[in-house]
Each structure stands twice: as structure tokens, then as C-alpha cells.
């Protein structure tokens, strides 16, 4: 699982911003930021999926769904690499 400062990272490193991810999926620049920074009350699925797809990164490596996935340096890395290529 990757902790907000991973996430936005990722996001500086691609030039992504979240206004872009927003439209994209349909949503408000704030649901993609109140997602990002885990504000419990606006954690939708529909906005973590907008975010991965838009990273190309797993859904669960990113969001934690599976407890024993870990967002370290090597797995950013990886994923960074799958992306590029």
C-alpha cells in the first residue's frame, strides 16, 4: 500500500495532476485530492480505480487491498519501469 506522499509523488513524476485525473473519471478535483490524502469520508473505489488507472499501477499496490503488497522504492520502481516500456 502506498502512503500519500508515495501516491503524490508518483503523480509529480508522471505530470500528472489531479485535476486531470478528476475529469478523466468524472469527478471534482477535490474527490481526487480528499482520496489521495485517505479523507475516510470521501473514499470511493470509483476514484482509487481513477487513480491507479491513471498511475498504470495495480489497483492493490497502490490502495493496499491486499495486505501483503507494499509500496517500497524496488515496487515503484517496477512500476515505473512497466510504465515506460
Known amino acids: 500500500m502506498c502512503n500519500k506522499k508515495d501516491i503524490k509523488k508518483l503523480l509529480i513524476?508522471?505530470?500528472?495532476?489531479?485535476?486531470?485525473?478528476?475529469?478523466?473519471?468524472?469527478?471534482?478535483?477535490?474527490?481526487?485530492?480528499?482520496t489521495i490524502n485517505r479523507v475516510p469520508k470521501f473514499n470511493s473505489k470509483r476514484v482509487r480505480k481513477g487513480i491507479a488507472d491513471c498511475l498504470a499501477m495495480p489497483y492493490d499496490l497502490l490502495w493496499g487491498v491486499n495486505p501483503a503488497s507494499n509500496c517500497t522504492d524496488d515496487s515503484?520502481?517496477?512500476c515505473g519501469r512497466r510504465v515506460n516500456d
Not at 18 to 34: E, F
Open 76 to 78: 515503484l520502481a517496477d
Open 13 to 34: 513524476d508522471k505530470e500528472i495532476a489531479g485535476s486531470q485525473i478528476a475529469k478523466r473519471i468524472g469527478v471534482t478535483r477535490g474527490a481526487v485530492w480528499n
